[in-house]
């Protein structure tokens, strides 16, 4: 699991194509790789990756098919600039929000508007997905943890204060620019409990009814807005 707190920019070293996979070189620049071990996880771009190889300044790993098809991995370049944040500890602090790696689908920036000393980035996201973005949730933008301003339909935006964009890639964006998207897991465990409830099925755990687990109940308790 990791937060959304990018600790470094590392950039990608080589890419090596192994029957259909790539194998990915990445150097961590100022990450401290000092407490991590062959198998440990480091988010690259918000995506879950093992290290398979710790040369001492960097890591490798090996991105599958499926990764490659499912996030924006596949269009990087020796030289690309990447976000890394290194799994969390139980002894974390526990800055942004719950974040597993796994990339739901992959955004694009619509547009990029000054405001004050911020920038406001417009997304659009993937339509499968764009359900589960709500103003002022969380979602994971090429491993960072933001909050969302506003919705329009699937096209979401995002203010970006000096600092994060001082310590992530996101100055490197531009309109048409594709990126990786995770939305709040908590969305998905909401959906799966209204489904469960709507089909007349139950969760294997809860012994008993859906526990009137419904859109209403819902609206009513502030975790929707009604509609």
Same mark, same amino acid.
């Given at each position: 699991? =990791?937060?959304?707190i990018?600790?470094?920019v590392?950039s990608i $070293?080589?890419?090596?194509e &192994?029957?259909?996979?790539v194998r990915l070189?990445?150097?961590t620049g100022k990450?401290?790789?000092g407490?991590?071990k062959l198998?440990?996880?480091?988010a690259?771009n918000g995506?879950?990756l093992?290290?398979?190889?710790? *040369?001492g300044d960097? =890591?490798?790993?090996d991105?599958s098919r499926?990764?490659? $098809?499912?996030?924006s ?7 690309s600039p990447?976000?890394?944040? +290194?799994?969390?500890?139980p002894? /974390? &602090?526990?800055g942004g ?10 955004g $694009?920036?619509?547009d990029i508007? *000054?405001s004050? $000393? /911020?920038?406001?980035?417009?997304v659009?996201? *993937?339509?499968?997905?764009? #359900?589960y973005i709500?103003? +002022?949730?969380s979602?994971t933008v090429d491993g960072?943890?933001?909050t969302v301003n506003a ?6 935006s995002?203010n970006?204060?000096p600092?994060?964009?001082e ?7 531009r *309109?048409g620019? #594709? ?5 709040d897991i908590?969305?998905?465990y909401l959906e #799966?409990?209204?489904s469960?409830? @709507?089909?007349? @099925?139950?969760?294997?755990h809860?012994?008993?009814a ?11 308790h502030? =975790?929707m807005?009604r509609r």
């Amino acid at each position: 699991m =990791f937060t959304g707190i990018i600790e470094a920019v590392g950039s990608i $070293r080589r890419m090596e194509e &192994r029957g259909g996979d790539v194998r990915l070189h990445v150097a961590t620049g100022k990450l401290d790789l000092g407490d991590v071990k062959l198998g440990d996880s480091i988010a690259t771009n918000g995506v879950c990756l093992t290290a398979v190889t710790l *040369p001492g300044d960097g =890591f490798t790993a090996d991105v599958s098919r499926e990764t490659l $098809r499912r996030t924006s991995l596949g269009e990087l370049s020796v030289g690309s600039p990447v976000n890394l944040e +290194k799994a969390m500890m139980p002894t /974390s &602090r526990f800055g942004g929000h719950i974040v597993s790696g796994h990339v739901d689908g992959v955004g $694009r920036i619509v547009d990029i508007t *000054p405001s004050g $000393r /911020s920038l406001i980035y417009r997304v659009e996201a *993937p339509a499968e997905i764009a #359900r589960y973005i709500a103003e +002022k949730g969380s979602i994971t933008v090429d491993g960072v943890s933001l909050t969302v301003n506003a919705v329009e339909s699937a096209i979401f935006s995002l203010n970006i204060v000096p600092h994060t964009a001082e310590e992530t890639i996101i100055t490197h964006y531009r *309109p048409g620019s #594709r990126v990786n998207l995770e939305v709040d897991i908590i969305a998905r465990y909401l959906e #799966r409990l209204l489904s469960a409830g @709507q089909n007349g @099925q139950q969760p294997a755990h809860s012994g008993g009814a859906a526990g009137g687990m419904t859109e209403g109940f819902l609206a009513e308790h502030g =975790f929707m807005r009604r509609r």
